[in-house]
Nanobody, 119 residues
Framework: QVQLVESGGGLVQAGGSLSLSCAAS????????MGWYRQAPGKQRELVAT???????NYADSVKGRFTVSRDNARKTMYLQMNSLKPEDTAVYYC?????????????WGPGTQVTVSS
């Protein structure tokens, strides 16, 4: 079956960098739009960045200029390069993708990976 799995989370000091990956697997026909979301303790889940199958990107204002989203369609993998990290970036980061299988298309979520930025 289709699944998404994030990797690369961890602990980093403020001002540092971290890179996340999201790998899709299973009987996938095509992956359309993908995105990164995050949820901090006591807060709603929020959009961080999106990327289309053609590579067009959008970012939340809070991460513009610091984060870069990219994807490798052949590897069915999306990435998030995070630079100049701030304590307020601390959250569980989730991968999201709209994926078509033989049963049709639907939205999928990964289980999340923890990013902690210390001050």
């Amino acid at each position: 079956q289709v699944q998404l799995v994030e990797s690369g989370g961890g602990l980093v000091q403020a001002g540092g960098s971290l890179s996340l990956s999201c790998a899709a697997s299973g009987r996938i026909l095509v992956i359309n739009d993908m995105g990164w979301y995050r949820q901090a303790p006591g807060k709603q889940r929020e959009l961080v960045a999106t990327i289309t199958s053609g590579g067009s990107t959008n970012y939340a204002d809070s991460v513009k200029g610091r984060f870069t989203v990219s994807r490798d369609n052949a590897r069915k993998t999306m990435y998030l390069q995070m630079n100049s990290l701030k304590p307020e970036d601390t959250a569980v980061y989730y991968c999201n993708a709209y994926i078509y299988a033989i049963t049709g298309g639907r939205n999928y979520w990964g289980p999340g990976t923890q990013v902690t930025v210390s001050s």
